[in-house]
């Protein structure tokens, strides 16, 4: 039996990214169990939020629903709400920009370029100077795992006095020279939910240097309730904060976060090997002296249709997916302003993500890449 009848035969679907629990997420949860704390608060948030510090050095971290509400907050704290200007990646996950629809902000889409298919700081720079309306800040994404430009971004932004929001949903373990994506913004964010690196079933995290303003975050989170038994209210909030169940998750999870890079980087590294011979397949590129965590093994095809290498994979059980389409492509952002140089277009119409769970085996990375040699146009 060929491995793609071996996978069919067991019907066993091989995902773009499973959760893989460390084997003590049980363990911690059942501690939960026994103090009873079975709420948005406890040991395992203050624990879980103490292991994202240690481990990005960001100086102080709020645990939250999910990242999206972790956008949410960052850009309130900020105050932008009405008709302000945010600029943002067009190459991104609409969790990244929801957030600025729930202030009432305008965004502002800045397409990528070739270097990093992340969000182009020439374009970024060159609008800053132009443009009549100052944009209040800037959510950039690390797509996929591999790191924007983001010390030249942020050089940008703190010259134009525009705040930086680091969407670092998917890049949880990249590194920038050595600095971890989330801590070069004046917010950075993460994502648990269930197909990122790392998982709690749903979480996200926010994080910043500045003491105050997750202080003011951590206000808004749980209901925005002043200091008084009777619970007295001037602003309004959200109810935002982790379930300590869910955390006690992310602290086992968060014992293996560089062997889970470690291991979806060897993934890209077998896809590359196997796929070392077709001409018309490019990888998504890595800055030098930067460490992507490869979330998302990505690709084009310069002649055979994405469909139809999708179409073979999903015969053979194994989930593939094109790359997210382009913010400024969507109908839901067909009034809102862009600045493109037809790059993420061109991306989306060619590329795909292909599976890349850590769970997988070096065989299945075989069997994948010839189904796609298979596929391809001759
Ligand atoms: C997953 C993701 C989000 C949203 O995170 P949630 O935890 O699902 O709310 C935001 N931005 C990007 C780029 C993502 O991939």
Same mark, same amino acid.
Request: charged share 25%; glycine share 6%; hydrophobic share 35%.
């Given at each position: &039996?060929?491995?793609?009848?071996?996978?069919?035969?067991?019907?066993?679907?091989?995902?773009?990214?499973?959760?893989h629990?460390?084997?003590?997420?049980?363990?911690?949860?059942?501690?939960?169990?026994?103090?009873?704390? /079975?709420?948005?608060?406890?040991?395992?948030?203050?624990?879980?939020?103490?292991?994202?510090?240690?481990?990005?050095?960001?100086?102080?971290?709020?645990?939250?629903?999910c990242g999206?509400?972790?956008?949410h907050?960052?850009?309130?704290?900020?105050?932008?709400?009405?008709?302000?200007?945010?600029?943002?990646?067009?190459?991104?996950?609409?969790g990244?920009i929801?957030?600025?629809?729930?202030?009432?902000?305008?965004?502002?889409?800045?397409?990528?370029?070739?270097e990093?298919?992340?969000?182009?700081?020439?374009?970024?720079?060159?609008?800053?100077?132009?443009?009549?309306?100052?944009?209040?800040?800037?959510?950039?994404t690390?797509?996929?795992?591999?790191?924007?430009?983001?010390?030249k /971004?942020?050089?940008?932004?703190?010259?134009?006095?525009?705040?930086?929001?680091?969407?670092?949903?998917? *890049?949880?373990?990249?590194?920038? !020279?050595?600095?971890?994506?989330?801590t070069?913004?004046?917010?950075?964010?993460?994502?648990?939910?269930?197909?990122?690196?790392?998982?709690?079933?749903?979480?996200?995290?926010?994080v910043? *240097?500045n003491?105050?303003?997750?202080?003011?975050?951590?206000?808004?989170? $749980?209901?925005?309730k002043?200091?008084?038994?009777?619970y007295?209210?001037?602003?309004?909030?959200?109810?935002y904060?982790?379930?300590?169940?869910?955390?006690?998750?992310?602290?086992?999870?968060?014992?293996v976060?560089?062997?889970?890079?470690?291991k979806?980087?060897?993934?890209?590294e077998?896809?590359?090997?196997?796929?070392?011979?077709?001409?018309?397949?490019?990888? &998504?590129?890595?800055?030098?002296n930067?460490?992507?965590?490869?979330w998302? $093994?990505?690709l084009?095809?310069?002649?055979t249709?994405?469909?139809?290498? &999708?179409?073979?994979l999903?015969?053979?059980?194994?989930?593939?997916?094109?790359?997210?389409?382009?913010?400024?492509? !969507?109908?839901?952002f067909?009034?809102?302003?862009?600045? $493109?140089?037809?790059?993420?277009?061109?991306?989306?119409?060619?590329?795909?993500?292909?599976?890349?769970? $850590?769970? &997988?085996?070096?065989?299945?990375?075989?069997?994948?890449?010839?189904?796609?040699?298979g596929?391809?146009?001759?």
């Amino acid at each position: &039996m060929k491995q793609s009848e071996i996978s069919l035969a067991n019907n066993k679907r091989i995902f773009l990214s499973s959760p893989h629990m460390s084997g003590n997420e049980l363990k911690y949860i059942e501690k939960v169990f026994e103090s009873n704390y /079975i709420a948005p608060l406890g040991e395992y948030v203050n624990k879980f939020e103490k292991s994202i510090k240690n481990y990005s050095g960001a100086e102080n971290a709020l645990a939250l629903t999910c990242g999206t509400a972790a956008i949410h907050l960052a850009l309130r704290v900020l105050g932008i709400g009405k008709d302000d200007d945010v600029l943002a990646s067009t190459f991104t996950f609409i969790g990244s920009i929801n957030a600025i629809l729930y202030q009432n902000a305008n965004p502002v889409f800045i397409d990528s370029d070739r270097e990093t298919w992340n969000l182009s700081s020439k374009l970024l720079n060159k609008y800053l100077l132009e443009c009549e309306k100052k944009p209040k800040a800037l959510i950039v994404t690390h797509l996929y795992g591999q790191c924007a430009d983001i010390e030249k /971004i942020a050089e940008i932004c703190r010259l134009h006095g525009v705040y930086l929001i680091e969407d670092a949903a998917e *890049s949880l373990g990249a590194t920038f !020279q050595g600095k971890h994506t989330g801590t070069f913004g004046d917010f950075g964010i993460y994502s648990f939910n269930g197909n990122k690196i790392l998982t709690t079933s749903g979480g996200g995290m926010l994080v910043s *240097s500045n003491k105050e303003w997750i202080e003011k975050a951590k206000f808004y989170s $749980t209901q925005a309730k002043e200091p008084f038994i009777h619970y007295e209210h001037l602003e309004y909030g959200y109810n935002y904060r982790m379930s300590n169940v869910l955390a006690a998750i992310g602290v086992g999870q968060m014992e293996v976060i560089e062997e889970r890079v470690a291991k979806k980087r060897e993934i890209f590294e077998w896809y590359k090997e196997f796929l070392a011979d077709c001409n018309e397949i490019t990888f &998504m590129p890595e800055l030098p002296n930067t460490r992507g965590n490869r979330w998302l $093994t990505a690709l084009t095809f310069e002649k055979t249709d994405c469909n139809t290498i &999708m179409k073979a994979l999903d015969e053979v059980n194994v989930e593939s997916r094109p790359l997210w389409k382009p913010m400024h492509m !969507q109908k839901l952002f067909e009034n809102s302003k862009a600045i $493109t140089n037809g790059t993420s277009e061109e991306l989306f119409s060619k590329g795909l993500c292909v599976a890349s769970s $850590t769970t &997988m085996s070096k065989d299945d990375v075989k069997m994948i890449c010839d189904v796609i040699k298979g596929s391809l146009c001759k």
